[in-house]
Each structure stands twice: as structure tokens, then as C-alpha cells.
């Protein structure tokens, strides 16, 4: 009877204890719902707000009026600084939530209050009025939709706009077939109306919407190839007209921008696809392959039926590959544009930016903790240096000259030395600007087509540019209406919007001047140690290149043939 018992009541009590396992699990059931819930919210929160970042891009249409030597209700793009200066005022204004802020703060732009783009030194404020008179030139701040961009037919051809190698293809028998190249439409009205506020290559990517997948198209070598010789049978592949190669920091965005201001000119500005071609990309390949790649990156670039001339600025690591340029473009003029070694060492390693971003003293810094721990040499390999803080505007918060180069590392035995033992920031960076600035005297010694160009310039760089380098080296002639929007670009800041404050009677002495004044003791012992040399040759070269151009261009065109 036990036994049966037993066997009528065990059924029931295990029913009755799986219960609340059968509660337990559909509690973790209903978590494992909610955790995803949770996820998938977040990922739309996330994506919204890229969605409104995206958005936010677009900056009302303003018109500015530029004047020679003076700024006139000028206005800019938003800084992230900026942008939160406006949205507060809007919120003081009664706006709260984020749509708010931003609906108001467009009102306050657009009414004149507040401003949305960099702050105007305390020293630039009020400073309205040209002080010479002159002719007043409009000039537009306009950023627009990309379907505005169509709509108002303001983008030109598909230009190339990055070479990739994905990772798939490392491995392809034919070496042409490791590499994509991506195109975009871009708009070089934006440009050209106003340089100083798309100063890069990828300023102008931006503000031509090509940063959105959408508006990319992709081919491999044979179709770009294709592609780049129906557009030379249309006759829209303009020639490169001139390569711009400097040290950084020297006025060559203050060139390009010049250049940029030629309704006739595209000045393309460290361009990733040509920089990339006559650098890193492809570096193991055979001389034939890499010299046919540079051509097509250049060739893709210079598509346009508008254009007549196009320029491109270039990285200072490019000036190592001379050669490479020279046979895949032996007719087209180059220039080095160089400055007073302690100029561009004080523009470089202090930048006006603030004491955490570049701390200094005279002392070597132990172990070089500047340079990034794992940047690429140019050779592919690896350096295995402490890394810096990565701050500042730099790639990895380091200025160019301290970007590492295996021909710098070489020259200072880096690969021989100890932690100890490791350059100062001071000492590597001169070494930076010796190695490209003799890279440069050899190319250009016995060349015609390339020319040093100094930044100390008499009157200034800007009236050298205009009036000798355009017309007599690049053989390019500027009407007036051209040769008046140069000059009022040229008072500009290279980098933003505002005027130029003209000091000296035109002259930029008073800021070679002043760095000259805050250099301390090991910066200029190591630049007088470096590249006092190398710059003074390069001095000496330009003087008399000026001297022979003059002569053999006078009265016959550019290098004495008409262009």
C-alpha cells in the first residue's frame, strides 16, 4: 500500500516542484527579450544621432563680402566649440531641448547674432573696414545638400577620391587587381569661392557630400583606365599644370589657396589618392607599375571641361619620391616651398595650441616619447617607440616633422640607439626637414622645372606667388578679375575666414619675428646644426634660378615658350 501510495503521489509532487523552474525560465526568457530590446534601441539611438551629425554638416546660406585687407560681415562653418557657443545663446533665448536649440540658434545666425565658425581674435574684433580702399569681390560661404549640389548642376565630373587595397585582394596573381578606385562627384564652385574655408582635399570632400557611401562609385584598374580615356577623348582631362611640395608649416596652403582662387584652376590640397600613389601605396611594386598608377591617380583628378589648369599640393614625405614624379610627369614644373628652419620648428612644435599639446623645455626628452609607438615607416614596418598623448589636430597629436620616415630614422641611427639614447623632439625634427630639404637640392639642381621658394619673400609670398611663380614659372596668366581675387584671398588666413591683419606695410615679418623671439635654446641649436645648410643652398638656388627665369622669360612666355 505504501509502495502505491508512493507511486499515486510522486507524479504530482514533481509537477509540483517543476513549476517554478517552468516560471524560472520564462522569466529568463523574457530578460533575454528584454536585453535585445535594449540593444536594438540603443543601435537606432546611436544611428540617430549620426543621422543629425550628418545633418548638422549643412550650413545656412550666407553671403560674405570680402574686401582687400579688411573682413565684412563674415562668417564661418561650425566648430563643435562654436556650435555649443550658439546653442547656448539660444537656449538663454528660451530654447531647451536639442531641436530647439538648433532651430533658434539658425534663427540667431541668420539674424546676425552670434557666429558660427571660428571665434575672431580678441585683437581682429571691429576690424570691418578696408584701410587702403579696394575693390570689393563677393565672396560665398555656402555649404548645401548633396541634392542641392545636383540640383543646382554645382558638381563636375567623377573624380577620383581614394585608391584602396582591400585586404582581400592582397594576394591576386596580376598586381593591377590588388587595387579599387573610388569616385565622387565634386563640387569646385565651393572652392573657388572661397579657399581659405575648404583649405584640404578633405574639407572640400565634405562640403561636396562624398563622405556618404551613396554618392561613391568604384572600379578596378582596367575600367578606371577605361574611364580616364573616354574622358581624354572628350577632351576634359586637363594636364597637371604644377606640383606643389613644401616642408609644412611654411605657407603652402597660403600658395594653394591662391592658386584655388582661379576660376580656371583646381588646387587640390594633400589629395590621399596622388599622396598615397607617389608614397606609400603600392611601394613594393615594380617602377613601371607604380609610375603607371601615379599617372592614373593624377589623370583621374584632372577631370574637368571647366578647367584649364590644376595643381596639386602634396605631403612633404612626397619630395622623397622626386623621381618617381619627374618620370611620370617629366614636363610638368614643381616647386619646394621652404622657411627659416626656426620659423617653421616654432610653427611645428608649438602651433599655438595649448601647453598640454605641446609641452616643451631645453631639455632632451628620454626615449622620444613624441613619436607614435607603431607609425608605419615609409617601408611598411613597424617602430617601436613609447606613444605621445594623442592630442592636438596632428595625425596621433604629432606635428608633420615629427610623423616618422625610415630615411629620417636611418640618417639618426634610431635603429642603433637605446631608449636612452633617443633624439630629442627638437633634434629629430630638424633631421625631418634636412633629409627632405637636401631630397629636394639634389632634384631640383640641375632642373629647370623645379624651383625652391622661399617664405621670406620681398614684398611678401603672396605678391611673389602673383606676380612671378604663376605668370613666369607656371605659365599661368591672371586676368583681373583673377588677379584680384588672389590678393583678397592672399589677406586671408590660409586656414579659416578671417582677414589677415597686414603688418609692416604688407609684410608677414613681424610673425617671422616673433617665433624668432620665442624660440628657446635647444630648438635653435638644432636647427642651426641640421639645416642651416641645406636651407641656405636652397636660398642660393632660387636666387639664381629668379635671376636665369627672368632672363630667358622675357618676352617669350613661360621657360621661354608661350603656354
Not at 536594438?40 to 551629425?53: H, R, Y
Not at 621658394?453 to 607656371?474: C, G, K, N, S
Request: with cysteine.
Amino acid at each position: 500500500g505504501g509502495n502505491h501510495v508512493h507511486m499515486m503521489v510522486s507524479p504530482r509532487s514533481v509537477q509540483r516542484r517543476k513549476a517554478p523552474a517552468s516560471k524560472k525560465g520564462k522569466s529568463s526568457w523574457f530578460l533575454f527579450l528584454l536585453l535585445i530590446a535594449s540593444v536594438f534601441g540603443w543601435w537606432c539611438s546611436v544611428l540617430l544621432n549620426c543621422w543629425e551629425i550628418l545633418d548638422d554638416r549643412r550650413v545656412h546660406t550666407q553671403s560674405v563680402v570680402g574686401v582687400v585687407g579688411g573682413r565684412k560681415d563674415e562668417r564661418d562653418f561650425p566648430g563643435k566649440y562654436e556650435t555649443t557657443r550658439v546653442h547656448s545663446a539660444a537656449g538663454n533665448e528660451g530654447a531647451h531641448s536639442l531641436d530647439q536649440k538648433k532651430s533658434k540658434a539658425r534663427a540667431l545666425v541668420e539674424n546676425g547674432i552670434g557666429q558660427m565658425g571660428p571665434k575672431p581674435p580678441p585683437h581682429k574684433k571691429g576690424r570691418k573696414e578696408v584701410e587702403e580702399g579696394g575693390r570689393k569681390i563677393p565672396l560665398m560661404n555656402q555649404r548645401f545638400k548633396r541634392a542641392e549640389l545636383e540640383e543646382k548642376g554645382m558638381l563636375g565630373e567623377w573624380i577620383l577620391y581614394r585608391i584602396n587595397e582591400p585586404a582581400t585582394k592582397k594576394n591576386v596573381p596580376r598586381i593591377q587587381d590588388r587595387f579599387e578606385f573610388q569616385f565622387c562627384q565634386v563640387a569646385h564652385f565651393l572652392h573657388t569661392e572661397q579657399p581659405y574655408s575648404l583649405a584640404f582635399f578633405k574639407d572640400l570632400i565634405s562640403a561636396s557630400g562624398c563622405y556618404n557611401q551613396r554618392t561613391h562609385k568604384k572600379m578596378n584598374w582596367d575600367q578606371a583606365e577605361k574611364y580616364l580615356e573616354s574622358q581624354r577623348a572628350m577632351n576634359k582631362v586637363v594636364p597637371p599644370t604644377g606640383f606643389l611640395h613644401h616642408e609644412a608649416r611654411c605657407g603652402s596652403t597660403l600658395v594653394t589657396n591662391i592658386l584655388a582662387s582661379n576660376p580656371r584652376a583646381i588646387a587640390y590640397s594633400e589629395p590621399p589618392a596622388v599622396v598615397n600613389a607617389g608614397g606609400k601605396v603600392c611601394r613594393d611594386c615594380p617602377r613601371e607599375i607604380r609610375v603607371r598608377l601615379l599617372q592614373l591617380a593624377v589623370g583621374l583628378m584632372g577631370l574637368s571641361a571647366k578647367h584649364d589648369y590644376v595643381f596639386f599640393k602634396l605631403m612633404p614625405s612626397n619630395m622623397l619620391e622626386a623621381d618617381l614624379f619627374k618620370e611620370a610627369f617629366p614636363t610638368t614644373p614643381y616647386i619646394w616651398i621652404h622657411r627659416d628652419p626656426v620659423g617653421v620648428m616654432m610653427s611645428q612644435l608649438k602651433v599655438e595650441r595649448p601647453p598640454d599639446h605641446n609641452a616643451f623645455n631645453d631639455q632632451s626628452l628620454p626615449g622620444m616619447p613624441m613619436l607614435q609607438a607603431g607609425a608605419r615607416h615609409r617601408g611598411g614596418k613597424r617602430g617601436g617607440l613609447p606613444a605621445p598623448p594623442s592630442k592636438g589636430g596632428n595625425v596621433g597629436g604629432l606635428p608633420p616633422c615629427l610623423r616618422r620616415l625610415k630615411e629620417v630614422d636611418d640618417s639618426l641611427g634610431i635603429a642603433l640607439k637605446s631608449k636612452e639614447e633617443m633624439p630629442s623632439r627638437e633634434e629629430y625634427c630638424a633631421e625631418y626637414l634636412a633629409v627632405t630639404s637636401r631630397a629636394a637640392v639634389e632634384a631640383m639642381a640641375t632642373d629647370p622645372l623645379g624651383m625652391p621658394v622661399a617664405y621670406e619673400q620681398e614684398p611678401d609670398l603672396a605678391t611673389h606667388v602673383i606676380d612671378f611663380l604663376l605668370p613666369m614659372f607656371f605659365g599661368v596668366q591672371l586676368d583681373e578679375d583673377a588677379r584680384q581675387r588672389a590678393v583678397v584671398v592672399s589677406r586671408s588666413y590660409s586656414k579659416g575666414s578671417r582677414f589677415r591683419r597686414v603688418e609692416d606695410g604688407g609684410s608677414y615679418a613681424g610673425d617671422v619675428a616673433k617665433k624668432r623671439d620665442a624660440a628657446w635654446p635647444n630648438l635653435v641649436a638644432e636647427a642651426g646644426e641640421h639645416t642651416r645648410g641645406v636651407y641656405e643652398r636652397l636660398v642660393a638656388m632660387e636666387r639664381e634660378k629668379v635671376v636665369a627665369l627672368r632672363q630667358l622669360s622675357a618676352g617669350r612666355g613661360w621657360l621661354g615658350q608661350p603656354r
